[in-house]
């Protein structure tokens, strides 16, 4: 297993258009959480899925955007009518037990 | 919710000199505290954490020291490289049932001047 993967690495799209990430974890996490990161700050949280079901969402995550885990594997968020403030570093990361977070390279989004 | 806050947001420090990174916390139900480093444009990347039942904590150059009372921790890298030239982010969460509901602070840029 080489970590979480996040699919694509680079995402530019034009405001108004949906656009979809997805996230593979690391294949024996349970947990999985989306975190946003924007230029000098930390990341901050989005939302987390424990398998399948999705146990905590931000008030930052408004509803443009939704997040899937159907099989309680890989995770989609699609962000709907994307707005320049949309901008950002889209982070996954996943984790098991007392494990720590693992996080993936992220999906850069630049809606113009 | 938590709220980390990190100082300094920028640090120099020469090759061979040590390097110390503060952060303070405010909820005091927190119990979990990793330090993850970034460099540009990876992934964050855990060095160290630590646990709220231990007050110190080393790994060859890095340490951690968590003061509980004063919701205060702090990382201490010593003999620093131009290899640790990142950004470092301190985060403090609390572990309910594993689940980690991690904050960040606003980071650190560490630069090593050989």
């Known amino acids: 297993d080489t970590g979480v993967s996040q699919d694509p690495r680079h995402k530019i799209t034009k405001r108004g258009q949906n656009v979809t990430f997805r996230c593979d974890p690391i294949?024996?996490?349970?947990?999985l959480y989306w975190y946003r990161q924007t230029l000098g700050q930390g990341p901050e949280f989005l939302t987390y899925f424990q398998n399948e079901a999705q146990l905590e969402k931000s008030r930052l995550l408004s509803d443009r955007f939704s997040a899937e885990r159907p099989k309680g594997s890989f995770s989609t968020l699609e962000i709907q009518r994307t707005e320049q403030g949309d901008s950002a570093m889209y982070l996954c990361?996943?984790?098991?037990?007392?494990?720590?977070?693992?996080f993936g390279n992220g999906t850069r989004l630049t809606v113009t | 919710g938590e709220n980390v806050e990190q100082h300094p947001s920028t640090l120099s420090v020469q090759e061979g000199d040590s390097a110390v990174i503060k952060c303070t916390y405010s909820?005091?139900?927190?119990?979990?505290f990793p330090w993850y480093k970034q460099e540009l444009g990876k992934r964050p990347q855990l060095i160290i954490d630590i646990r709220s039942n231990v007050g110190e904590k080393k790994d060859q150059r890095i340490a951690v020291t968590l003061n509980k009372t004063a919701k205060h921790f702090s990382l201490h890298i010593t003999e620093t490289q131009p290899e640790d030239s990142a950004v470092y982010f301190c985060a403090a969460s609390n572990e309910r049932g594993g689940y980690q509901k991690v904050t960040f602070g606003t980071g650190t840029k560490l630069q090593v001047i050989p």
């Open positions: 909820d005091s139900a927190s119990n979990y």
């Open positions: 294949s024996e996490h349970n947990r």
């Open positions: 990361a996943s984790s098991s037990g007392d494990s720590p977070l693992h």
